[in-house]
């Protein structure tokens, strides 16, 4: 087992991350105080970016596979990818009718997991005890859960983030491999330290969390303006950047810049930045280290023109919901559970048929994700060699209609796209209040020598981080 002191990293770095929030949880800046604050900028992680400082960004090969395979069941060699039934065919005989405890701060049978949830039950005899906790309590539960000797078999990740890989076994734990090529091979990179990988999911998975823009279809009429998903929809490469703050702009106008308009809210207030390859702290794969992108001309740049939209009364300075539902604000940049069909977000909109979905502009240099998707198995789990065959079951697209998955035939397209992108990064905005709250304070104008004030004290922690990673088993 890692070492103890980790948990009380674990609870002040989950205070910052939940200042921002994540899926299913509101987001807004918050304020903190501890020694940690000013790691509160973007957490990324993606293989995309090597090295320090890098500016030029490979795309990353999630359909990379290395080294010997698993063909289902326990290890074997080879690299194809059994279907979800033969995969589960060949589950031990010993696992059936048992129980897999899966941790998560949602209610999975409540959400699009549900029906794949009931139909891995009866597949397999096997019974899934689904433990719901708090989103602002959840790396404190998992591990008051270990010590008391009641882990779960399984959580849904937070992020590949030191505080949380500290409380999981790697996923080998499991008795199986996980190098069937099914599997997310660029994601588990992305989620191994010192040569352990601690993080997992389907490569083609169902459950996928990547950021796209909804409008408010009844703004836009009553603005009358062009719809953007016809846009995108009729020319790619029309849906640009600059498309996107010019309809921002439009709206506002056609709105006489009437207090409490604007032209978009993004859930992650760097989402810009990070679509334009900038990103304050990464995990970098490919050296298995943190690296500072705060020099970044992409970083700088970035933010530059996230606060000057902000300063031109574009952009909201603080996520709002609210505002878009009633279509005070146009835009709203989030993840894909408002195109879910069953999700409550946006629920008013997508029952009046009112919610519009359209990808990022294609001129980004990355897809962003809203939340990096991944599985881990918790220290102590009684039940670990269930993992595999409950997540090749319930990940699986054949264990949904996902035509039904989602609110409209344009939602599933746009998300669909989305997911098919391999120039991918992952990011989290973890906490985020001493340098973002700087930037807010200082404006466009003076991004480099904020970003510059925070470099040294990024440094520090990027090395503290770095020496815990060669601490793990």
Same mark, same amino acid.
């Given at each position: ?12 770095? !989950? ?79 010993? !696992? ?157 106008? /056609? ?6 308009? /604007? ?211």
């Amino acid at each position: 087992m890692k070492t103890k002191n980790f948990f009380r990293i674990s609870a002040l770095m !989950l205070a910052a991350f939940i200042t921002l929030g994540a899926s299913g949880c509101s987001g807004s800046e918050g304020n903190l105080s501890d020694e940690y604050s000013y790691i509160t900028s973007t957490i990324t992680t993606t293989s995309t970016v090597s090295g320090e400082g890098s500016d030029d960004a490979g795309e990353s090969s999630s359909d990379a596979q290395t080294g010997n395979s698993s063909t289902g069941g326990q290890s074997g060699s080879g690299v194809t990818s059994l279907s979800r039934d033969e995969f589960i065919a060949k589950m031990p005989s010993d !696992l059936k009718g048992k129980t897999i405890t899966y941790m998560y701060w949602n209610d999975p049978r409540k959400q699009m997991d549900g029906e794949a949830i009931e139909a891995f039950e009866k597949a397999t005899g096997c019974k899934v005890d689904c433990q719901v906790v708090s989103y602002d309590s959840f790396q404190e539960t998992l591990s008051a859960k270990i010590s008391a000797g009641n882990a779960p078999d399984l959580v849904r990740l937070l992020g590949n983030v030191t505080w949380q890989i500290s409380s999981l076994q790697p996923i080998t734990a499991s008795g199986y491999d996980f190098k069937d090529t099914a599997w997310d091979s660029q994601l588990m990179k992305d989620y191994t330290f010192n040569g352990k990988c601690y993080g997992v999911n389907l490569k083609d998975s169902a459950i996928s969390d990547v950021a796209v823009i909804y409008y408010n279809k009844k703004a836009l009429q009553d603005a009358e303006m062009e719809d953007p998903y016809e846009i995108w929809n009729n020319d790619h490469n029309a849906w640009t950047w600059e498309k996107f703050w010019d309809m921002c702009r439009e709206f506002v106008d /056609a709105n006489r810049n009437k207090a409490g308009y /604007a032209g978009a809210t993004f859930e992650y207030l760097d989402s810009y930045v990070r679509a334009a390859g900038g990103y304050i702290l990464n995990y970098d794969s490919n050296s298995g280290k943190f690296v500072n992108g705060s020099k970044k001309n992409e970083t700088i740049s970035g933010w530059q023109t996230t606060l000057k939209m902000q300063e031109e009364g574009l952009l909201l300075t603080k996520h709002s919901e609210t505002s878009f539902d009633q279509g005070k604000t146009l835009f709203f940049l989030s993840g894909p559970f408002s195109a879910r069909a069953d999700d409550a977000r946006q629920s008013a909109l997508k029952s009046r048929n009112r919610l519009g979905v359209v990808p990022l502009p294609t001129d980004s240099k990355y897809q962003v994700m809203y939340e990096y998707t991944a599985f881990g198995i918790p220290e102590g789990a009684k039940n670990a060699a269930l993992v595999p065959y409950y997540l090749r079951y319930v990940l699986d697209k054949e264990s949904y209609d996902m035509n039904s998955v989602y609110c409209s035939k344009e939602a599933k397209e746009v998300v669909d796209y989305a997911c098919s992108l391999k120039n991918k990064i992952y990011a989290y905005s973890a906490g985020a209040s001493s340098v973002i709250n700087a930037l807010l304070e200082s404006g466009s104008g003076q991004v480099k020598a904020t970003l510059d004030s925070y470099s040294a004290s990024m440094d520090e922690f990027i090395a503290e981080e770095n020496d815990r990673i060669s601490s793990y088993d």
